[in-house]
């Protein structure tokens, strides 16, 4: 069978898995922190780069490259990285590609800790940056300037679902030397494949779908190209931000099932944001899969799915968010997304509560917007608890 060439869910079981001298059917776990070699030969070809011999750990890994490998054909990519965290991909990324002085452009409803790290920490190293609505592509193209380097995008947002046109976007990076980074983790590579439209760089938070059952953090890096690769992997190797073999295996076991995953709670969130949209206490919503949606056109072209994130705000503002907070019982009060349970959080109280206001104002993550992660449960049951949650607020 030429797996390359197979169905999507055919890679998510066979792509990447590894031969063992026992038929093993799952890749084994390789815990161990280094390798022998069989000569002093051998360890100077494997030093030399002249075999592909694993070294140590932190370098490479059986099981963590078979990840590496399974992920990198989902997303049609040269090759993929893998490492500790989704902060930890950002960070390579950022580190990989900025120097002193240089520039980038990101969307402003973005991950928080993503612009959090960027306009804290590394603005200390002289790394500069501009967030803006990318949904306006007109207002990328004025926000480049003569040293920037990175246009980096995330689609849709988080968390206020905004669609970004990707092919719009790299035709701009490319035309300016630029190079196009994603945050793929709303999508995963099942519902969105952003080297296919002109990305350079493509990373998950594997935390969230590819793992998809809330028990690991994890990321991933993959590019389009090979010297691209091996920069990005160099910065991994030097700041130890490698994944461990035991993570590496939890994340193989999880993606296995990351489409039938995708089908239910996508199927789920439908009903879940009919429900929501006519509901009389709601005030507002985005979902991809609605007509109501701003980029519901664009969100058609280039995703393969609605997914399953839905935001929403009630009539009763800040307050209410909070008093469904406390009055919904199936739904875990809780921050991530991409798992089998259903989460319910309020940015403006808990993850993006150290955004100051004018900034939040400008994202437009409103006070009273509320995120909704719909797991697979029985859609019913999720209904049902939103019903009794609602008619407290
Ligand atoms: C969770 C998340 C991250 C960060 O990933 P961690 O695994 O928590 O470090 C980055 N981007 C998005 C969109 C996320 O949801």
């Known amino acids: 069978m030429n797996k390359e060439n197979s169905g999507f869910s055919t890679k998510l079981i066979h792509a990447g898995e590894i031969q063992d001298q026992f038929g093993s059917a799952t890749v084994p776990i390789y815990q161990t922190s280094t390798f022998s070699f069989k000569s002093a030969e051998e360890g100077a070809k494997c030093f030399a780069g002249e075999s592909d011999g694993y070294i140590y750990t932190r370098i490479g890994n059986p099981t963590i490259n078979a990840l590496e490998e399974q992920i990198a054909i989902l997303e049609n990519g040269y090759g993929a990285i893998a490492v500790s965290s989704g902060m930890a991909a950002a960070t390579t990324i950022y580190l990989s590609l900025l120097s002193s002085g240089d520039h980038i452009v990101s969307t402003d409803a973005i991950y928080g800790p993503a612009r959090g790290v960027m306009e804290k920490q590394f603005v200390r190293f002289g790394f500069q940056s501009t967030?803006?609505?990318?949904?306006?592509?007109?207002?990328?193209?004025?926000?480049?300037?003569?040293?920037?380097?990175?246009?980096?995008?995330?689609?849709?947002?988080?968390?206020?679902?905004?669609?970004?046109?990707?092919?719009?976007?790299?035709?701009?990076?490319?035309?300016?030397?630029?190079?196009?980074?994603?945050?793929?983790?709303?999508?995963s590579p099942y519902l969105q494949n952003p080297l296919d439209l002109g990305a350079d760089v493509v990373f998950h938070s594997?935390?969230?779908?590819?793992?998809?059952?809330?028990?690991?953090?994890?990321?991933?890096?993959?590019?389009?190209?090979?010297n691209l690769y091996h920069q990005l992997r160099?910065?991994?190797?030097?700041?130890?931000?490698?994944?461990?073999p035991h993570q590496a295996y939890m994340v193989l076991r999880g993606l296995k099932t990351l489409a039938i995953r995708i089908d239910r709670a996508q199927e789920n969130a439908m009903k879940v944001a009919e429900f929501l949209e006519k509901h009389p206490k709601v005030a507002w919503l985005k979902y991809p899969g609605l007509k109501s949606h701003p980029q519901y056109e664009l969100g058609k072209k280039q995703m393969k799915g609605d997914g399953s994130m839905i935001s929403f705000g009630l009539k009763s503002g800040y307050e209410g968010a909070k008093t469904l907070m406390n009055h919904v019982h199936l739904a875990l009060l809780a921050v991530s997304l991409g798992g089998v349970e259903t989460l319910i959080q309020h940015p403006a109280s808990m993850t993006h509560s150290k955004v100051s206001k004018e900034d939040k104002q400008k994202a437009g993550i409103t006070d009273d917007l509320i995120r909704f992660a719909v797991g697979i449960e029985d859609v019913n049951d999720i209904i049902e608890d939103l019903k009794q949650g609602l008619e407290k607020c």
């Not at 926000?143 to 990707?166: C, F, G, H, Q, S």
């Not at 590819?210 to 953090?217: K, L, P, S, T, Y």
């Not at 160099?234 to 461990?244: L, R, S």
């Open 206 to 226: 594997m935390t969230k779908f590819i793992n998809g059952h809330a028990d690991i953090v994890a990321g991933i890096i993959i590019t389009k190209e090979k």
């Open 131 to 187: 967030y803006i609505n990318t949904t306006d592509v007109e207002a990328i193209e004025k926000a480049i300037r003569p040293n920037t380097k990175v246009l980096y995008i995330e689609t849709p947002a988080n968390p206020t679902m905004d669609i970004t046109d990707l092919k719009a976007c790299a035709e701009i990076a490319h035309k300016h030397k630029i190079l196009l980074v994603v945050d793929n983790t709303f999508c």
């Open 234 to 244: 160099t910065m991994m190797i030097n700041m130890g931000c490698n994944m461990d």
